[in-house]
C-alpha cells in the first residue's frame, strides 16, 4: 500500500471514529438514554435531528464513506477492510480525552492487540 492510500484508508477511519464521537456527544447533550414511544417519536427525531453534534457526525460520517470508497478502489479489501480495526482504537481514545471515559487496563491492552494486529497485517 503506498502513501496515498494509506493516506485514504486512515482518513476515512478516523473521520469515521469522529463521528461516532460526535453522535455520543449530541446524545449526551440530550442527558442520557434515549427512550421512543408511538407517542414521542417525532419529538425525540426533532431533538436528535436538531442536536449540532449530531449534525456533524452525520457529516463525517458522509465524507469519510467518499473517503472511504477512495482509498478502496486503490488496494484490496482484504488490506483496506481489517484497518477499520484502528478506529476502535481511535474511538475508545478520543472518548478518554474529549468524553470523560474510562479506558481500563484490560481495554489498554485489547486495544495494543488490535494496533499489532493491523502492523502485522499491513507488513503482509
Not at 477511519?13 to 463521528?19: D, F, G, K, T
Not at 449540532?52 to 488490506?79: E, F, H, K, N, Q
Request: one cysteine or more; aromatic letters at 8%; hydrophobic letters at 60%.
Amino acid at each position: 500500500m503506498n502513501l496515498a492510500t494509506f493516506g485514504f484508508i486512515i482518513t476515512g477511519v478516523l473521520l469515521n471514529a469522529a463521528a461516532q464521537l460526535l453522535l455520543k456527544a449530541g446524545t449526551n447533550a440530550l442527558g442520557g438514554a434515549i427512550h421512543l414511544t408511538a407517542g414521542n417519536w417525532f419529538s425525540t427525531f426533532v431533538k436528535v435531528a436538531t442536536q449540532l453534534p449530531i449534525l456533524a457526525g452525520l457529516a463525517c460520517y458522509v465524507v469519510s464513506l467518499v473517503v472511504w470508497i477512495m482509498g478502496l478502489s486503490r488496494t484490496d479489501v482484504t488490506i483496506a477492510y481489517p484497518m477499520l480495526s484502528l478506529g476502535y482504537v481511535a474511538a475508545a481514545v478520543g472518548a478518554w480525552l474529549f468524553l470523560g471515559e474510562v479506558v481500563p487496563p484490560q481495554r489498554m491492552v485489547a486495544l495494543g492487540v488490535i494496533i499489532l494486529g493491523v502492523v502485522l497485517l499491513a507488513r503482509s
